[in-house]
């Protein structure tokens, strides 16, 4: 999942001092014990903080001054019913800005989908479609990409049209082309214009999108019973669409033991929380995630690993036909 891929942005390496300096801007007075780095994340740039007398550690997320603006407004909506971090105080300094956020216990969802027993791999998935089904209650008027105030500022619509387009820009007229072999990208087209009328109607209910939700950004209880979702992370790329944006990408990696129940224990959590799906939902889930992995080939700098890795997900994709 996602294994030695590049990073979009590189990592801000902070000093000591420029740590202590963040701290003294929400904590005059206190001392920062110890910090550490912490992976995972290929857009931002995130700590580990040990703060004196605290008994749990704060996570430091540093990100452009948008970015950290939006969050903000998006984690203060989400906390109160969602397993979302609490963000603490942020302060505005252009790439810089910076945010004090709640420490959630937790393995990352992916450690439990490749080495987690069979029936914690279930209970893990029926949490995780559970709460994507709460996400959803977070409604909008239309679909479409959010301002810092968490309203639609662009409107952006997914139908067979809309879809076809975005295939045609990142393939033909994008960088994706740069990056596959002309017979996969006349593949990938080809599958597009073919199966491109599921898409008829499913964005009629447009809802919160978290855009980034797969193992790498939901964390699960460790050792306790059941195995359940403790924090979801990374909202950055959220917006306001279909479910089957979610749904796809959660089911995009099939490459571990349990995934046949995981996917079914997923869309069990997922029904359980009163969300009717298509009966073509997995072909729909798949099409969308189309758009995502062709979007993350539409740059200069590709990446080996992650164009490697993206190459795979396209065929596996190119080959789903029931």
């Not at 603006?69 to 397993?83: D, I, M, Y």
């Not at 603490?88 to 989908?113: A, I």
């Not at 995981?262 to 029904?271: D, N, R, S, T």
């Not at 992995?293 to 590709?302: A, P, R, V, W």
């Amino acid at each position: 999942m996602k294994e030695n891929w590049e990073r979009s942005r590189p990592v801000q390496l902070l000093e000591m001092q420029e740590l202590e300096w963040m701290l003294q801007s929400f904590m005059p007075g206190k001392k920062l014990e110890a910090f550490y780095l912490l992976g995972g994340g290929y857009s931002n740039t995130n700590y580990k903080l040990q703060v004196e007398t605290l008994g749990d550690p704060l996570v430091l997320r540093v990100s452009s001054e948008k970015l950290c603006k939006f969050e903000n407004s998006l984690h203060s909506r989400l906390q109160q019913n969602l397993p979302v971090p609490e963000i603490y105080f942020s302060e505005s300094h252009g790439d810089r800005s910076f945010s004090f956020m709640e420490w959630r216990t937790g393995s990352q969802l992916k450690e439990v989908m490749y080495q987690g027993e069979r029936n914690a791999v279930k209970q893990a998935a029926f949490s995780v479609g559970y709460w994507l089904s709460q996400i959803r209650k977070h409604t909008f008027t239309e679909s479409g990409f959010l301002n810092e105030n968490l309203d639609v500022c662009e409107p952006v619509k997914i139908t067979p049209d809309t879809f076809l387009a975005f295939m045609e820009e990142f393939l033909i007229k994008g960088k994706t082309g740069l990056w596959i072999e002309k017979e996969m990208t006349a593949a990938v087209w080809d599958y597009a214009r073919k199966n491109k009328h599921f898409l008829k109607d499913i964005d009629v209910e447009p809802a919160l999108v978290h855009s980034d939700y797969n193992g790498l950004n939901i964390l699960a209880s460790k050792n306790n019973e059941p195995c359940e979702v403790t924090a979801i992370i990374d909202w950055e790329f959220a917006f306001a669409g279909p479910v089957y944006v979610d749904i796809g990408n959660m089911l995009r990696y099939e490459n571990f033991r349990y995934y046949a129940d995981f996917e079914l224990a997923f869309i069990e959590g997922l029904e359980f929380g009163g969300i009717k799906l298509h009966k073509e939902w997995k072909r729909i889930a798949k099409l969308v995630d189309l758009i995502a992995l062709c979007s993350l080939l539409n740059n200069q700098h590709g990446g080996e690993n992650r164009i490697k890795d993206i190459k795979q997900l396209i065929s596996q994709t190119l080959k789903y036909e029931k």
